[in-house]
């Protein structure tokens, strides 16, 4: 099975509200995640990264935990806006070894956010 | 300034033809690779390029290959295509020295009938 998975499939959220996304990982060798966000017909874009010698890393209205014991990663954004429902993936290298270019991604989170 | 750049958006064919897809990189960007998105599922890792060299190459068949050109571009190619090969082909550029964040183009969306 996938590696990289998130908790939930579907997320709700009022307008104003702060959305928090969920990702477990297995493995326990990555040491670089990142977020992606992928709207209807488009290909994924660049959220937040972060490497496995950091716990939190934050961008506008963005911010990434990383939890190295339990292998969890989430995504949180504040002051969700419509503009802000699409699926959110975190993905995964697996490691240093790992071929440079590849990621390993989840299923993805659809995030809808309304009025 | 370009993002990665895909063609062409939309393509259908029939099974046992084949295809080939292409993708720009970001300019100053030497590596670029492939991803296969099936209806509802993340993208899968199908090859790695850089310096026009396979470096990496995920569970495809042989049907599937790949080049990269010296302008750093690339095409995709898939033979004797599946029905299962329907998807969104994706390609992502990086720098290609160290740096893991790709950059994703809007895709190529392959039907086969």
């Known amino acids: 099975g996938e590696s990289v998975g998130l908790h939930l499939p579907t997320l709700s959220v009022q307008e104003g509200d702060n959305s928090i996304i969920n990702c477990a990982y297995s493995n326990s060798a990555s040491d670089y995640f990142i977020w992606y966000k992928q709207e209807s017909g488009k290909g994924p874009q660049f959220i937040i990264d972060?490497?496995?010698?950091?716990d939190k890393r934050q961008g506008q209205r963005v911010t990434v935990l990383l939890n190295k014991t339990v292998k969890h990663l989430s995504l949180q954004i504040a002051a969700t806006q419509p503009g802000d429902s699409a699926v959110y993936f975190c993905?995964?290298?697996?490691?240093?070894?790992?071929?440079?270019?590849?990621?390993?991604f989840g299923r993805g989170t659809q995030l809808t956010v309304w009025p | 300034d370009a993002g990665v750049t895909q063609s062409p958006t939309h393509l259908i064919k029939t099974r046992g033809q084949h295809v080939t897809l292409r993708c720009s990189p970001i300019?100053?960007?030497?590596?670029v690779s492939w991803y296969q998105q099936v209806l509802g599922q993340g993208p899968q890792f199908i090859f790695q390029?850089?310096?026009?060299?396979?470096?990496g190459r995920g569970n495809f068949p042989d049907r599937f290959s790949a080049r990269q050109f010296p302008n750093y571009s690339s095409e995709l190619n898939v033979n004797a295509l599946l029905l299962g090969d329907s998807a969104l082909y994706l390609c992502?550029?990086?720098?290609?020295?160290?740096?893991?964040?790709?950059?994703f183009g809007s895709g190529t969306q392959l039907s086969v009938l």
């Open positions: 390029y850089y310096e026009k060299e396979e470096r």
């Open positions: 972060i490497r496995s010698n950091m």
């Open positions: 992502a550029s990086s720098l290609g020295t160290g740096d893991e964040k790709l950059f």
């Open positions: 300019s100053g960007h030497k590596s």
């Open positions: 993905a995964e290298n697996k490691g240093r070894g790992s071929t440079l270019g590849r990621l390993y």
